[in-house]
């Protein structure tokens, strides 16, 4: 990977994971369009303009859009913010008349910003409303652990935590109820697993995770995201994917097998197809995975679990979009 110059700026508030790798993915030429499919604090769109890049970027967070007005007056026009899912870039970009681009990223999961602030109830680690919401409507974490039963949220841990205990925390969970803090599921799940004090990891990670994938649908939406970004994709545009979570993981290197001409390897969230695809490869062969490094985990103990995977665009039409069964 060719480092960025010294020059580019670090927004001070957040600082992406795989920055450099990301933007040497994308092989910005000035002038061209650049979709941040995930705003969040805008460490990336930062990057993507001084490389010099036009840029759209999406959040379904109503506040990462607020946020973000102050580097739309820095980027004096080259910037566009629009509120809505990444599932739907293709549509939200079409209402505003654009239906090709050069390069798309997506940096899949919470984000810094949102983890930090404990009245958006993501964090174990900060007591606050169990809510969970990125776009802050629909039913919330507090109202599905609340109602659903004991079966459902133990296949949520299991299929989208990989906690081997779900079943047990669950059962804690359902005794537990109402729940309405943070704080106190952290509590009902440590006890569950018999989590000692001071121990180094808690175990309240796993859990966290998969309730707040399964409340904003965030497998449904990767692939959504992934079918648009295909489409939107000019021939030579360049698709950048960093993900935090094995299964999402899966999904992205999944979705480039096919699309290159490979046959995909199936998971417990994805069979695999039953019969070959017989259409021109959409990608060409995706760049080995990258890692952080050693320095980027020190600094940055987020991004021990990240993954960057990339490709570029070729010219053959988009495959049919394939509506994948994510949920539980």
């Known amino acids: 990977m060719t480092d960025l110059p010294p020059e580019l700026p670090r927004d001070p508030r957040h600082d992406p994971v795989l ?13 061209e369009r650049h979709v941040d499919a995930t705003f969040g604090a805008g460490g990336y769109t930062r990057a993507m303009l001084a490389a010099g890049a036009d840029v759209i970027a999406c959040d379904r967070d109503p506040d990462a859009i607020a946020g973000g007005q102050a580097l ?8 566009t913010l629009v509120h809505g899912r990444f599932g739907e870039i293709d549509r939200l970009l079409a209402e505003r008349g654009i239906d090709a681009v050069d390069g798309i990223t997506f940096d899949i999961g919470v984000s810094s910003m949102q983890l930090d602030q404990g009245e958006r109830g993501f964090s174990f680690q900060k007591d606050g409303p169990l809510d969970m919401r990125m776009a802050q409507e629909g039913e919330s974490a507090a109202d599905w652990l609340n109602r659903a039963d004991e079966t459902e949220i133990a296949d949520v841990l299991f299929h989208y935590g990989d906690e081997r205990q779900s079943r047990r925390v669950a059962r804690a969970i359902v005794a537990a109820r109402p ?8 509590t009902v799940i440590r006890k569950a697993l018999r989590h000692p004090p001071g121990a180094p990891k808690d175990p309240s990670t796993k859990s966290f995770q998969a309730i707040r994938i399964h409340i904003n649908g ?55 197809p039953t019969t070959p695809l017989a259409r021109a490869a959409t990608f060409e062969t995706p760049a080995r995975k990258v890692r952080p490094g050693k ?7 987020r991004a021990r679990s990240a993954t960057l995977r990339s490709a570029i665009r070729t010219a053959a039409p988009a495959h049919s979009t394939m509506k994948e069964a994510m949920s539980c």
Do not use: M, Q
Not at 72 to 79: H, I, P
Not at 237 to 249: I, M, P, Q
């Open 295 to 301: 320095a980027e985990e020190a600094r940055n103990p």
């Open 72 to 79: 739309v007056e820095e980027a004096g026009g080259k910037l």
């Open 19 to 31: 920055r450099e790798e990301v933007i040497a993915a994308l092989a910005i030429l000035p002038g």
């Open 218 to 272: 965030e497998l449904d939406e990767l692939v959504a995201g992934l079918n648009a970004a295909e489409r939107l994709l000019r021939p030579g545009g360049r698709l950048a994917v960093v993900s935090f979570h094995s299964t999402e993981d899966r999904i992205v290197k999944n979705f480039l097998r096919e699309r290159c001409g490979g046959d995909a390897a199936g998971s417990r969230h994805r069979p695999a």
């Open 179 to 186: 729940l309405t803090r943070t704080g106190e599921l952290a």
